[in-house]
């Protein structure tokens, strides 16, 4: 009917014409085919007599010229690898390869190699700024963080170079911004699939307990992140 071919032929234009694409890196190898597959289907139906595997055949490849890979920095290198196999002819890398390493399942991937995301690989060739690896950068002001915990993060993992922003640093004051608690002889034992550490998780409720009850905290201001 009209409007089923209006459809069609919309999808096609849209598939045709678009600037931006936005997937996940695990369904980024197959994006390419599964576009022009879509766009091939449309034709089909959008012009009678048809076939859409003619239509496929038709179709030229889809080219992706730039690719922005976000939170690369926790992406396993083939996975990586799959979102530039489509033309690329540049890639942007945004991530924090001081951070996690990538997180995966396969427990051989270590051994294998896959530990290493590609945006990390890429800085370490680079060697901090010498030699002839792709050219980095590092943002240096944070928004998030109290100035006291910025600079022991800064100290440890970025060699000093993470700053607080002046606004950030006027609106986080608390006097003691962070406390370390060591829960000595406590163990994790396991449970089901996961693990669980009785002495550790007693210490927060008792911490928990201590702020409300004589630090002037009320309840729904405290936050208990479990990790």
Known sequence: DVLHKLKCAARRDAWENVQLVACTASSALQVSHRLQRDMADATAK????????????????????????????????????????????????????????????????????????????????????????????????????????CELISSAFYRGKLRTAPPTAAARAHPLPAAFVDVAGAREAAQGSSFLNVPEAEAVVRLARLCVEHAGFAPGQLVVRAT
């Open 46 to 149: 959008g012009r009678g007599g048809k076939s859409a595997k003619k239509a496929l055949a038709e179709l030229k490849p889809l080219v992706f010229d730039f690719v922005i890979l976000d939170e690369a920095a926790a992406m396993l290198e083939p996975d990586a690898i799959g979102c530039l196999l489509h033309g690329a002819k540049a890639v942007l890398l945004v991530g924090d390869q001081a951070q996690l390493p990538p997180f995966t399942k396969w427990r051989g991937a270590h051994a294998a190699g896959y530990s290493t995301s590609l945006m990390a690989r890429l800085a370490t060739t680079r060697g901090g700024g010498g030699g002839g690896g792709p050219p980095s950068f590092m943002l240096t002001e944070q928004y998030r963080m109290h100035p006291a915990i």
